[in-house]
């Protein structure tokens, strides 16, 4: 399963981020399946976002619930993450990635920066 995250590489404060995620070799809709989207701060470790699992059913982080949304495209096997409210802190390089069992497989995107001007 190939991942590839695209959406802008700016923001403005008080914006809404959207990024997309695009797969190929495999299908958001294969059972069982969960696709990620997490983020790592400039000098930090990783932070989970969230999940869409196979159904369409989403998770997210606590500390991000609030701001946080991810849907999915099925016809073109995409899946969105749109956070509001951006602020500075928020700037990092975000990562789809994906688990599947059958076959059991894990799989990442490159990473895109987003980087939220004030």
């Known amino acids: 399963v190939q991942l590839q995250e695209s959406g802008p590489g700016l923001v403005k404060a008080s914006q809404t981020l959207s990024l997309t995620c695009t797969v190929s070799?495999?299908?958001?809709?294969?059972?069982?399946?969960?696709w990620n989207w997490s983020r790592q701060p400039p000098g930090k470790g990783l932070e989970w976002i969230g999940q869409?699992?196979?159904?369409?059913?989403?998770s997210y982080s606590p500390s991000l619930e609030s701001r946080t949304s991810i849907s999915r495209d099925t016809s073109k096997n995409q899946f969105t993450l749109q956070l509001k409210s951006m602020t500075p802190e928020d700037t990092g390089v975000y990562y789809c990635h994906a688990w599947s069992k059958s076959p059991p497989s894990r799989s990442w995107g490159q990473g895109t920066v987003v980087t939220v001007s004030p």
């Open positions: 869409l699992d196979f159904s369409g059913s989403a």
């Open positions: 070799g495999g299908s958001i809709t294969a059972n069982p399946s969960g």
